[in-house]
């Protein structure tokens, strides 16, 4: 309350009736505090932060960004100059805008999952049953290699994959190799490679009739 030396007013009154009238309302949420990293731009055009990944534009592989991460974005710059947003993803996932890349990478990086399955039953109904139950993961994106090799075997061997991959699939075996061992097997000695039947019954077994507590009458 005592007189400003400058303005020769009361600090307090000229809050309450210049300053006050024009405070907003404080949020309802905290406020979201940012944490900062640098990460390196990889040869894939993406960077890792957080144990995420997250697309660049650009050429800028083997630049260091300046990236500011809160609960919600990534904010990635460059030079000071901001250069790309992304919402935020968990740890093991990639967030990929398919604009930030060169269109021969744009397959791969998306992970393109159904161009891949399409290809494999363009070789055989049984190479795509295949090469779907290879997919069949939570990261299917980690298998692609897989089914990568088992068109390479299609090239190779030609009709014989289906088959194979009809007998694999008929045993409940998904495992490229497999498929890999069995093409060689029948080329070099022109016989094919015979999957573990179902298990013989077991001397021991026993009817569940034999254990059945009999009362006495």
Not at 149 to 159: D, E, I, K, P
């Amino acid at each position: 309350m005592r007189i400003h030396g400058t303005t020769r007013l009361r600090p307090a009154e000229v809050f309450a009736a210049d300053e006050h009238p024009k405070l907003k309302p404080l949020p309802d949420t905290t406020f979201d505090i940012p944490t900062w990293a640098n990460p390196k731009v990889a040869p894939d055009r993406h960077v890792q932060i957080s144990q995420a990944l997250y697309s660049i534009p650009g050429d800028l592989i083997g630049q260091r960004l300046t990236a500011r991460v809160d609960s919600q974005t990534v904010k990635l710059y460059f030079r000071g100059e901001l250069i790309k947003v992304h919402p935020r993803v968990g740890a093991g996932r990639r967030q990929t805008d398919p604009a930030d890349l060169p269109s021969e990478l744009t397959a791969y990086a998306m992970r393109d999952l159904n161009t891949l399955q399409r290809k494999a039953f363009d070789h055989g109904p049984h190479v795509g049953a295949y090469a779907a139950a290879v997919l069949e993961h939570p990261l299917p994106w980690t298998k692609m290699r897989q089914v990568y090799r088992l068109l390479g075997l299609v090239r190779r061997h030609g009709a014989e994959v289906d088959d194979a991959c009809r007998r694999a699939l008929d045993a409940e075996v998904v495992d490229v190799g497999v498929i890999d061992r069995m093409l060689s097997r029948s080329t070099t000695s022109g016989q094919q490679l015979m999957l573990l039947p179902p298990p013989a019954p077991s001397r021991f077994v026993r009817s569940t009739t034999d254990f059945a507590v009999r009362r006495p009458s």
